[in-house]
C-alpha cells in the first residue's frame, strides 16, 4: 500500500534488485508509492521479483543488464525514460562478495570487485545526474562497513566498497546545491542469505563456515527487511549517511576513538581466520563450499531461511 510521502509518485532505479537487499529496496520503495525499474543479470530472477512486486500492487518494470557493461547505463535510462518517463531516485546497490586469503586473489579479482562497485555506479550516477537535478532526485550508494572498515579475507570487497563510499560522499558535497541529494549506506552484515551467493577462495569450506555464521546469527548480522525500511527512510528524509547494525555502529566509533587498537585486533582476527591450504581453491560458490562446510545447519538457519525468502541461490543438500 502506497504512503504519503516525498517519495510517492517517482520513478526508482534499483540495481542488482532480483534478489536480497537489492529486491527489498525496490518493494519498501514501492510501499511508498514509487515506480520502479528492476535491473540484474538473470531475467529468471527478475521475473520472478517482478511477480512479488507485482502481488503487491507495485508499478514495475525490469531490465536484464550486465552492469559491468558501458553500454547499460544509456541501456538502463532508455528503458527508464520509455517505460516510466524521468528517472528521480536512484539506488546503486548491485554487488559481488568475495571471500578468502590475499594471496589466493588475483589482480583480475580487485578488477572484477571495482568493476562492479565503483565504476559500475560511477557511470550509472554521471548518466543519471541530468534527471536526478530536474527533479531534485535523489541517489542512494550502497556501501558497506567494510568501506569504512577493512575487515581481512575481504579485501577486493573492501577496496571497492571503500572507493564507492569516497565518490557517493565527494559527490554530495559538489552537488547538493543543485537540489539533488545523496545517500551514502554503511551497512554491516545483513541476513539476506548472502553466504550462500559470495564466492570463496582458499578452503572454501573453512571460509564459508565464518562467514555463513556471520551472515546468519542475530548478535551480528541483521534482518534485511528492517534494514531497507531504514534506507528508505533515511533517503526520505535526505540524510547524507547511514551506518546499520548495532555492531558496525560500535565499530565505526570505536576506530575513531582508538584507530590503533581496532587495527591490532582486525590483525588478531586475521590470524584466526582459515589458512590457504596447500592447495587452494579459487572462486567456488557458496553452495559449492558449503558442502566442504561441518557447519552444522541449526546455524545457518536464519540466513539460510532469509536467501529462500529474498532469492539467494539455495545450499545444496
Avoid at 555463513?212 to 548478535?219: E, F, G, N, Y
Avoid at 528492517?226 to 560500535?250: D, F, S, W
Wanted: proline share 6%; aromatic share 6%.
Amino acid at each position: 500500500m502506497s504512503r504519503s510521502n516525498r517519495f510517492a509518485g517517482r520513478t526508482a532505479l534499483v540495481t542488482g534488485s532480483s534478489r536480497g537487499l537489492g529486491l527489498l529496496l525496490a518493494r519498501e520503495l514501492a510501499d511508498h508509492g514509487c515506480r520502479i525499474m528492476l535491473c540484474a543479470r538473470g531475467t529468471d530472477g527478475l521475473a520472478a521479483a517482478e511477480e512479488k512486486l507485482r502481488r503487491r500492487g507495485a508499478d514495475v518494470a525490469t531490465q536484464a543488464c550486465d552492469i559491468t557493461s558501458p553500454d547499460t547505463p544509456q541501456l538502463l535510462l532508455d528503458a527508464v525514460h520509455d517505460r516510466f518517463g524521468r528517472l528521480d531516485i536512484l539506488v546503486n546497490n548491485a554487488g559481488i562478495i568475495q571471500v578468502g586469503p590475499m594471496t589466493t586473489f588475483e589482480e583480475q579479482d580487485f578488477r572484477e570487485a571495482m568493476e562492479a562497485m565503483f565504476f559500475a555506479p560511477l557511470r550509472l550516477a554521471k548518466a543519471a545526474l541530468p534527471d536526478l537535478r530536474a527533479g531534485a532526485g535523489t541517489l542512494v550508494s550502497i556501501s558497506s562497513i567494510g568501506g569504512r572498515i577493512a575487515a581481512p579475507h575481504l579485501l577486493p570487497y573492501a577496496a571497492a566498497k571503500f572507493a564507492h563510499a569516497g565518490f557517493s560522499e565527494g559527490l554530495r558535497a559538489e552537488i547538493t546545491q543543485s537540489g539533488v541529494s545523496v545517500t551514502t549506506v554503511f551497512p554491516g552484515l545483513m541476513r539476506t542469505g548472502s553466504h550462500t551467493a559470495a564466492r570463496f577462495s582458499g578452503r572454501p569450506g573453512a571460509e564459508y563456515s565464518w562467514f555463513a555464521v556471520a551472515a546468519s546469527l542475530p548478535l551480528l548480522s541483521m534482518d534485511a527487511q528492517r534494514a531497507a525500511r531504514a534506507i528508505v527512510r533515511a533517503a526520505e528524509r535526505r540524510r547524507p549517511e547511514l551506518v546499520l547494525t548495532p555492531a558496525a555502529k560500535a565499530a565505526v566509533r570505536f576506530k575513531g576513538l582508538a584507530p590503533a587498537t581496532t587495527a591490532r585486533l582486525l590483525s588478531t582476527a586475521g590470524r584466526l581466520l582459515p589458512t590457504p591450504g596447500k592447495q587452494p581453491l579459487h572462486n567456488t560458490t557458496g553452495t559449492q563450499a558449503s558442502h566442504h562446510s561441518n557447519l552444522p545447519g541449526w546455524i545457518t538457519a536464519l540466513g539460510d531461511k532469509a536467501g529462500r525468502r529474498f532469492g539467494e541461490p539455495r545450499t545444496e543438500s
